[in-house]
């Protein structure tokens, strides 16, 4: 199955990110100036301190007392082989509870693995519940924002041999059921823009989703609100294209 992966905001200011990370672990003992970063690396000075400000925040780099930056304590728990998954976990959570609260609603983490859409996490909270999964995630890739992201991310067999898998139910009024539709809305996706669902998997709900691209792995961080707060889902999924970069910085270290 070949990938139809595009870069993405995300995708570059985690690229940038590594880069720093990569100079700052090269001086683990000694450190590295900003000075010396912006040298190394070539980013812009704005750009440079917006990164710095990110990787503190996360604990991938910490400030010594000369001002100088080495490796922080989540690097070194990513980077042990001994709890790496469990460490990921706990890092992404962090991600998707700070996403939560800064587009107030549910965000979703998903993959598509082996050929079928796995949500593997996601935050929730009393005053932003989660959408009701009434029908399989794994079923339902036609009508969903997570789906279409997904989907959006194959080449065209892979979309095909996806649909010939999962029959595409009408589950609302809403809902694409013709595959040669959803084929040409697929394809008519530019990467940069979310993916949206307008009470196509659920009435009431609405949903939103952006590709993270982690090397060959195919994935989306998404969105629900209910559909009382549809005014706000552009605005909330541009808030979740731009704080994307830290979920996939995990991804990739």
């Known amino acids: 199955m070949a990938l139809k992966h595009e870069p993405t905001v995300p995708y570059h200011s985690a690229q940038d990110a590594l880069r720093v990370l990569e100079t ?4 683990h003992t000694t450190g590295v100036t900003d000075a010396e970063l912006a040298s190394r690396t070539g980013l812009g000075t704005e750009r440079l301190t917006a990164l710095l400000r990110m990787l503190r925040r996360e604990g991938y780099v910490e400030q010594i007392a000369d001002g100088a930056y080495v490796s922080g304590a989540a690097l070194g728990r990513l980077g042990s082989a001994h709890d790496r998954d469990e460490a990921l976990r706990a890092q992404l959570q962090r991600n998707l509870d700070r996403l939560r609260d800064s587009v107030g609603a549910a965000v979703y983490m998903s993959r598509y693995v082996d050929g079928e859409i796995h949500v593997s996490q996601w935050a929730d909270s009393p005053t932003t519940p989660a959408v009701n999964e009434w029908v399989d995630f794994r079923s339902s890739a036609h009508a969903s924002a997570i789906g279409k992201s997904l989907l959006g991310q194959l080449d065209l067999n892979g979309r ?43 009435v009431g709900t609405v949903c939103a989703a952006v590709p993270i691209t982690a090397g060959s792995a195919v994935g989306c961080l998404a969105l629900s609100l209910p559909v009382s707060h549809a005014h706000r889902l552009r605005e909330a999924a541009d808030t979740l294209n731009r704080g994307a970069a830290p979920v996939l910085l995990s991804l990739a270290i």
């Open 24 to 27: 700052v672990a090269a001086r």
């Open 160 to 202: 095909r041999d996806h649909l010939s898998r999962h029959r595409m139910a009408r589950l609302t009024s809403r809902t694409i059921t013709n595959e040669r539709a959803l084929l040409s809305r697929l394809d008519a996706q530019a990467p940069t823009v979310p993916v949206l669902d307008l009470q196509e998997y659920a």
